[in-house]
């Protein structure tokens, strides 16, 4: 079939025009511009927020107010047995104070008086402390983190020992008690790992488990007779106390560092992006290292810890 040439060049022309009309369409659709891909995120950062109200922070830092419940082994490093570094002996062994001590006790300068077998307490305890510190925390995500706390506590313990004294007017032992008393602080120190459990009601339960350094500093370890203080510690480079002389002391160093594990549950309360709260409870397991007393014990803490953020929230978390 014969087509004349002059409707071929018309088909030719409308098949070219087709052709760069659709061409021409291709190459004018506009590429993703960086104002639609803001609009992604922020359409993402939506998708969150309704998840999880506020931003997560990289960085967080808080301040720690609890109570602390240590162990009931080194509290005896105070009870001034004749084992012990500082011992109720030092004090009556000394004439001048047990000479003292016996006017106290209203007897004359005669008279023996003695701890009595038993007399020493066996199981004193610590009173529970307030402590208080510093918190920082590093998100790697809304799951996982590591934290860095160090807290302060002052610790006391007391009890009595036995003094057996005589007396010729009573048909049984005349028996007094005096008291033993120790102060100590502790510098505790913990690092570790944090894992999350957000939650969409927005409460934030989490684990810790980390290492812990205890710096334990023995402040006082007294014997007190009838309110009358008499320290455990020897401090006379040579010899023991004598009065009205201007006798060297020396700077006795029984302080003590004791490294072991720590273990925390807790929850994270946001009440806005920039301030929160974290009630929790941990165990700490370590020995103190006073002298003599080097075992490893459980202590227990509680805190209420203030949260207060720094750093931006990540967009595009």
């Given amino acids: 079939m014969h087509i004349p040439k002059k409707y071929l060049l018309v088909f030719i022309l ?28 922020q359409a993402r950062k939506k998708e ?8 997560l922070r990289r960085f967080e830092y808080g301040l720690n107010f609890g109570g602390y419940f240590p162990n009931k082994y080194s509290p ?5 047995t004749p084992g012990n570094v500082n011992k109720v002996d030092y004090v009556l ?15 004359s300068e005669t ?33 996982n983190g590591i934290f860095l706390q160090a807290n302060y ?20 032992a005349d028996l007094r008690f005096e008291t033993v008393a120790g102060r100590e602080g502790r510098v505790l120190i913990d690092l570790g790992y944090q894992r999350s459990f957000p939650l969409k009601s927005r409460i934030n339960p989490y684990f810790q488990a980390g290492f812990t350094m205890c710096y334990t500093q023995m402040l006082k370890s007294v014997f007190i007779v009838e309110g009358k203080e008499y320290s455990m ?46 009630p929790a409870f941990f165990m700490q397991y370590y020995p103190t290292n006073l002298e003599g007393y080097k075992e490893f014990r459980p202590s227990f803490g509680v805190y209420l810890r203030i949260m207060l953020h720094f750093g931006d929230g990540d967009e595009d978390e």
């Fill in 111 to 143: 008279d023996y008086f003695y701890v009595p077998p038993g007399g020493y307490p066996q199981n004193m305890h610590y009173n529970v402390a307030f402590s208080g510190g510093l918190f920082l925390r590093v998100n790697f995500d809304r799951k």
């Fill in 153 to 172: 506590a002052r610790l006391q313990a007391s009890d009595v020992v036995t003094l057996k004294v005589p007396n010729a007017y009573l048909s049984y």
């Fill in 233 to 278: 510690v020897n401090i006379y480079d040579q010899g023991s106390y004598v009065p009205n002389t201007s006798q060297q002391t020396i700077y006795v160093n029984q302080n003590a560092f004791g490294f072991g594990g720590y273990l925390g549950v807790g929850a994270g309360i946001p009440l806005t992006d920039m301030f929160g709260l974290e």
């Fill in 76 to 80: 005896n490093f105070y009870n001034g």
């Fill in 48 to 55: 969150k927020e309704a998840e999880y109200p506020f931003p």
């Fill in 14 to 41: 409308a098949l070219t025009f087709l052709t760069l009309q659709v061409s021409g369409q291709e190459h004018t659709t506009p590429p993703q511009t960086s104002a639609s891909k803001k609009s992604e995120r």
């Fill in 93 to 107: 062994n000394n004439e001048y104070w047990n000479d003292e001590i016996k006017q106290l006790l209203g007897i």
